[in-house]
């Protein structure tokens, strides 16, 4: 197969497809390392997040059959609120207790890998996997309009809500951040807490709402991958992308709309390594996906030479 054949419609709508599940992820990272919290517990947030989406749209069957809707939607409440939970459990141990971050986030991580695993044979009955029967899963919406542009329709129409809900919120996270005063005052949390203290701002108030808006993106992104992504709930599903997305907020300077394109960096990565494993060309897409972890790690090393630069010249003027 020729290698200019790899880069074509399906895989451009495939990694915006497998970024979504990177983007919320990164987007919640970003607003917990914005506010002071180093947040490594998104991955546990994303798993609880998916296994009661799937727990609530099983339960839910015959509701949604009487109200004439699909569980599905019940579904991404129940992901959200599962999220949520994990993050308070999470804010509680660092904000009230004084937990370290990294450890908190890891215990966090472990825990719900655990949690799930024994749910999953708990409640119904199985182990590895579990698809819900009479799930109906998120519909795709054909956007009329670029329907009927070449090339354009055929990639960005035909997703699922929660992919176009996606970019919606990179937007609002954006107009947040930088244009209304909650957003500078998680600026300032972050940046200078004992300021923020002086300024009047409840900083642990400040840090708690950051962590729970960071649960509940990572909760939707849960119950997004289970119910719009693979349909079903299956151990540690998540994969890693929790981490992938706290990379991403960092490779994109934690600013939305850079994260955003960084998510989409790393699903594309991931779409090719696919591809290329799909038709046999003799390239490992392992080696494809380090891809981005190498740029990351490239951008982040001359951000902190400059940084230090910068740093060493400021106080040397001062001296």
């Given at each position: 197969m020729d290698i200019l054949n790899l880069f074509d419609l399906d895989i451009l709508a495939a990694s915006i497809r497998v970024s979504i599940p990177i983007m919320l992820a990164a987007l919640g990272g970003l607003l917990c390392l914005r506010a002071g919290v180093f947040n490594i517990?998104?991955?546990?947030?994303?798993?609880?997040?998916?296994?009661?989406?799937?727990?609530?749209?099983?339960?839910?069957?015959?509701?949604?059959?009487?109200?004439?809707?699909?569980?599905?939607?019940?579904?991404?409440?129940?992901?959200?609120?599962?999220?949520?939970?994990?993050?308070?459990?999470?804010?509680?141990?660092?904000?009230?207790?004084?937990?370290?971050?990294?450890?908190?986030?890891?215990?966090?991580?472990?825990?719900?890998?655990?949690?799930?695993?024994?749910l999953l044979k708990t409640i119904f009955d199985v182990q590895g996997v579990f698809r819900p029967t009479d799930m109906v899963p998120l519909p795709k919406i054909q956007i009329p309009v670029l329907d009927g542009i070449p090339y354009v329709g055929d990639t960005l129409s035909g997703h699922t809500p929660l992919v176009y809900l996606t970019f919606v919120l990179v937007l609002v996270t954006w107009v947040a951040l930088y244009r209304m005063p909650s957003g500078l005052r998680l600026r300032s949390v972050g940046e200078q807490p004992d300021a923020a203290r002086t300024a009047g701002i409840k900083v642990d108030r400040v840090r708690y709402q950051a962590v729970a808006w960071s649960g509940l993106l990572c909760g939707l992104d849960g119950a997004h991958l289970a119910l719009g992504y693979s349909s079903e709930?299956?151990?540690?599903?998540?994969q890693g992308r929790g981490f992938t997305a706290f990379v991403a907020a960092i490779f994109g300077q934690l600013d939305p709309i850079l994260t955003m394109f960084?998510?989409?960096?790393?699903?594309?990565?991931?779409?090719?390594?696919?591809?290329?494993?799909?038709?046999?060309?003799?390239?490992?897409?392992?080696?494809?996906?380090?891809?981005?972890?190498?740029?990351?790690?490239?951008?982040?090393?001359?951000?902190?030479?400059?940084?230090?630069?910068?740093?060493?010249?400021?106080?040397?003027?001062?001296?």
């Open positions: 517990a998104l991955e546990g947030q994303m798993l609880v997040g998916s296994f009661f989406g799937i727990v609530v749209t099983e339960a839910t069957v015959g509701l949604g059959a009487q109200l004439g809707i699909s569980s599905t939607w019940f579904g991404i409440i129940g992901g959200l609120l599962g999220g949520l939970a994990m993050s308070m459990v999470f804010a509680v141990s660092i904000l009230r207790f004084k937990a370290d971050h990294i450890v908190a986030g890891i215990a966090i991580n472990l825990l719900a890998l655990g949690l799930t695993g024994f709930f299956t151990e540690n599903m998540t960084a998510a989409l960096l790393f699903g594309f990565a991931d779409a090719l390594g696919l591809r290329i494993q799909l038709e046999g060309m003799g390239i490992s897409p392992s080696l494809v996906q380090t891809f981005p972890y190498i740029l990351a790690i490239v951008a982040l090393t001359i951000s902190s030479y400059l940084s230090m630069k910068r740093r060493g010249r400021r106080n040397g003027l001062e001296a």
